[in-house]
């Protein structure tokens, strides 16, 4: 780079990149959806890629004192501001085609059924169950602790047994 800035070569960032463990997958899959709030029509598995390969390609200069986490955060987050001003500025075809009284109403019907079938998914699980149901009411862990009659680490364990079994469920595309 011309500031001086030492850069990796494709070279360090590929081994780099070899390196990843299970955890880091698991992170970086963790940011790309953060990042892909912001443009909805993509996918979080579409952005972590392109910003895989912008890195690889060496498009996307990765300075050698960034960790491998920041570095590759904000390379998704600018690819996902892109998208979303490319997303503003080029309407889909088919929402031109949709009635207006049909797109006020998909997203509820689509976020009812999803809810639907994530509490099927939680069926065998009641204390996944209770604490899915307390999200979805806002409601606080001690509520639904004295509800299911369970302590803290008992929420805990059944928490992350919840959060495990939906992301299995509903988004099979991060098993790495």
Request: with cysteine; aromatic share 6%; net charge negative.
């Amino acid at each position: 780079m011309s500031d001086g800035v030492e850069t990796l070569s494709i070279e360090e960032v590929a081994r780099l990149l070899s390196r990843l463990r299970h955890t880091d997958h698991l992170r970086l899959a963790a940011l790309a959806t953060v990042w892909t709030k912001v443009c909805p029509r993509r996918e979080a598995f579409e952005l972590l890629n392109e910003a895989l390969a912008r890195v690889l390609s060496g498009s996307r200069p990765w300075p050698a004192e960034v960790s491998i986490h920041a570095f590759l955060s904000q390379v998704m987050r600018s690819i996902a501001s892109q998208w979303a001003h490319e997303d503003k500025r080029e309407p889909l075809l088919e929402d031109a085609d949709v009635v207006r009284d049909d797109t006020a109403t998909a997203p509820n019907h689509e976020l009812a059924d999803l809810t639907i079938r994530m509490r099927k998914a939680l069926g065998n699980d009641p204390d996944g169950l209770g604490i899915f149901e307390q999200i979805l009411a806002q409601g606080s862990r001690k509520d639904v602790r004295a509800e299911l009659g369970i302590d803290e680490t008992q929420y805990d364990t059944a928490r992350r047994r919840m959060i495990r079994t939906l992301r299995d469920q509903f988004n099979p595309g991060w098993n790495l």
